[in-house]
């Protein structure tokens, strides 16, 4: 039970390119939105969807692999964990972010 603590799975599109950071000598970050959708219907009757969309984040070869495959719309599955920031703004405004940190992408694109 323990590899369930902090755990995350989704399945999305991307809504966005991957964008590419390069630090020092070898690290290496990516950053990416991905939308996951939900249907239900509603008292009338119509088929209702209700996207939600995340902040992923990957290091290392997560975001090479990223950068090499990944386009906006791709539809992908990833594994990672949540983690939270916040932050004070220069108008002094508290900011909270929560994001994915992925560890594992899988492209579930089929070759064209």
Do not use: C
């Not at 399945?11 to 990416?32: A, C, H, M, Q, S």
């Not at 509603?42 to 290091?59: A, C, F, L, P, S």
């Not at 964990?81 to 560890?103: A, I, P, R």
């Amino acid at each position: 039970m323990s590899t369930l603590r902090n755990s995350v799975q989704l399945i999305g599109r991307l809504g966005n390119d991957p964008e590419v950071k390069t630090f020092g000598e070898n690290k290496t970050k990516v950053r990416f939105s991905l939308a996951t959708s939900d249907y239900h219907v509603d008292k009338n009757g119509e088929r209702v969807e209700d996207t939600q969309w995340h902040n992923i984040i990957g290091w290392g070869n997560v975001a090479t692999i990223a950068e090499k495959y990944l386009k906006k719309g791709h539809e992908v599955a990833v594994r990672g964990k949540l983690t939270y920031s916040d932050w004070v703004d220069k108008d002094n405004q508290k900011h909270y972010m929560t994001e994915v940190v992925v560890s594992e992408i899988l492209l579930m694109e089929k070759k064209k």
